[in-house]
């Protein structure tokens, strides 16, 4: 993917997540996470509680499939535009 493209998913993201923070449930499916191993789930939960300015909410001891769709999205988002060698102070 080129960093044209990466900018368009960030777009995409962004505004599904905008979308997404507005209806009623907000959990990921539990099958988005079904191949990731508790080692994976963990070290993606401290990331994305890091970026989101709440590290207290981290409990490596509780690997969780338990997170917002918005969240997740804007925190990928993030993750793409930091690859791409950009930075928004969106979060």
């Known amino acids: 993917m080129n960093a044209k493209e990466r900018a368009i998913v960030v777009k995409c993201l962004r505004a599904a997540s905008d979308r997404f923070s507005c209806h009623g449930c907000n959990d990921t499916p539990s ?3 079904a ?3 508790p080692e994976e789930l963990a070290e993606f ?3 994305e509680n ?3 300015g ?3 909410d981290h409990d490596p001891s509780q690997p969780t499939a338990h997170h917002y769709d918005w969240l997740v999205m804007s925190f990928l ?3 793409i535009e930091a ?3 950009e930075t928004t102070d969106e979060s």
């Open 45 to 47: 939960d401290k990331q």
């Open 54 to 56: 709440t590290p207290e």
């Open 77 to 79: 988002a993030a993750k």
């Open 50 to 52: 890091d970026w989101n």
């Open 83 to 85: 690859e791409n060698g």
């Open 35 to 37: 191949d990731w191993t």
């Open 31 to 33: 099958e988005w996470w």
